[in-house]
C-alpha cells in the first residue's frame, strides 16, 4: 500500500539544501537507500521548485517523473485551486 501526499510550501531554502533536507528526514525515519528506484518506506521529492528549471546530475527540476504522474498532475491542479 503506498500514500501519497503533495504539499504546497514557501521556503527561503535553495533547492538543492531543500533536498538535502528532504533526505535528512527521510534518513531520520529509516529511510535506506539500498538500490536507485528500489521499495522505499519514505520518499521525499521535490516535484517544482516555482518556475525554476535545472538539469544537475542529482537534482533536476521540475521532476522528470512529472509527465508520468498523474496523481501529481492532479494534485498539483488541486493545490494551485486553493492558492487563487
Given at each position: 500500500?503506498?500514500?501519497?501526499?503533495?504539499?504546497?510550501?514557501?521556503?527561503t531554502?535553495?533547492?538543492?539544501?531543500?533536498?538535502?533536507?528532504?533526505q535528512?528526514?527521510?534518513?531520520?525515519?529509516?529511510?535506506?537507500?539500498?538500490?536507485?528506484?528500489?521499495?522505499?518506506?519514505?520518499?521525499?521529492?521535490?516535484?517544482?521548485?516555482?518556475?525554476?528549471?535545472?538539469?544537475?546530475?542529482?537534482?533536476v527540476?521540475?521532476?522528470?517523473?512529472?509527465?508520468?504522474?498523474?496523481?501529481?498532475?492532479?494534485?498539483?491542479?488541486?493545490?494551485?485551486?486553493?492558492?487563487?
Amino acid at each position: 500500500m503506498y500514500l501519497n501526499q503533495m504539499v504546497l510550501l514557501e521556503t527561503t531554502m535553495a533547492p538543492r539544501d531543500l533536498m538535502h533536507a528532504g533526505q535528512a528526514i527521510e534518513e531520520a525515519n529509516g529511510r535506506v537507500r539500498l538500490a536507485h528506484w528500489g521499495s522505499r518506506t519514505l520518499d521525499i521529492d521535490i516535484v517544482r521548485y516555482g518556475d525554476l528549471s535545472l538539469a544537475e546530475p542529482d537534482l533536476v527540476l521540475p521532476h522528470p517523473g512529472l509527465a508520468l504522474r498523474e496523481f501529481w498532475r492532479r494534485e498539483i491542479a488541486e493545490l494551485e485551486s486553493h492558492e487563487r
